[in-house]
């Protein structure tokens, strides 16, 4: 005669269920419509260089911005601002060691 302990009649019973509900014929749940036109509204992953870095005038011009296009127009305004907040720092912390290269050299 077999012998049941209470883990293995939990663990046919688990084994059961997961037998069970695997089925293949069950159609999606979802109704997403993805037939109409998309417009990028925000830069999700960038949100604090978007409120550090920009002013009003540009944060929506960022939100709207293509990846592959945003060194070109703002690398520039960053750089400046970057500058300008390293010298801030070193002014009113005299240890603080002063940017001078980046990792790549630059």
Do not use: E, H, W
């Amino acid at each position: 005669m077999i012998r049941f302990n209470k883990f293995s009649i939990l663990a046919i019973a688990a084994l059961g269920f997961v037998l069970v509900s695997c089925d293949k014929d069950d159609a999606p749940g979802d109704t997403f419509d993805t037939s109409g036109t998309f417009t990028q509204n925000d830069q999700m992953g960038r949100p604090a260089v978007n409120t550090v870095f920009n002013g009003s005038a540009d944060k929506n011009t960022f939100n709207v911005t293509t990846p592959s296009a945003m060194g070109a127009i703002f690398a520039p305004k960053f750089l400046n601002n970057l500058v300008a907040l390293d010298a801030a720092i070193k002014a009113n912390d005299p240890t603080y060691v002063q940017y001078s290269t980046n990792a790549l050299g630059n």
